[in-house]
């Protein structure tokens, strides 16, 4: 999930069945997956554009599709909403609750944003400077479903982000 994961010179439709093409799945399958998959992730449409003429946030989502097109277990993500603007980050934060809402899915996501990191988990490792040590693993209770503004308002929200900034020293 970070720059340059996809074959810009592709189509969406085909960046997003490149898993299932390199296991021979049938193409019939292949197309009614990846439409299932675009509609989800918000590129219903989008299947035939080049994938280099969207934007960050949608490539993005083509990243997604294509990660989960295939069920994984378990998704892997490092810094992945680290190139899109705020407004972007907070959609495919969202949508990013909504999938492991829907499929239960174990999300483990690198992030240096603080306030991601407590908005996305339920629970957040803060790891000390290299060689990567562990400083505590934080348990996030807040409720769910999470709102942008609403649980970010909150006084756990800010209990939860105000330890991790703590833990992981004053920036300034």
Do not use: C
């Amino acid at each position: 999930f970070q720059q340059g994961a996809l074959f810009e010179w592709l189509p969406v439709s085909k960046n997003v069945d490149f898993g299932l093409r390199m296991k021979s799945t049938d193409p019939a399958v292949s197309r009614e997956l990846v439409e299932k998959w675009l509609n989800i992730v918000g590129l219903q449409g989008f299947g035939d554009t080049p994938t280099y003429q969207l934007s960050g946030g949608m490539q993005q989502r083509v990243n997604l599709a294509r990660a989960l097109l295939i069920d994984p277990d378990l998704l892997l993500m490092d810094e992945p909403f680290a190139s899109v603007d705020a407004q972007t980050r907070a959609g495919l934060e969202d949508l990013l609750l909504k999938i492991h809402a829907d499929l239960g899915i174990t999300i483990v996501l690198v992030t240096h944003d603080i306030d991601e990191s407590v908005y996305l988990a339920d629970r957040v490792i803060a790891l000390g400077t290299s060689p990567g040590t562990v400083l505590e693993v934080i348990e996030v209770t807040l409720e769910r479903p999470r709102h942008q503004l609403l649980t970010k308002e909150t006084e756990d929200f800010l209990k939860y982000r105000h330890r991790v900034f703590e833990l992981l020293g004053d920036p300034a």
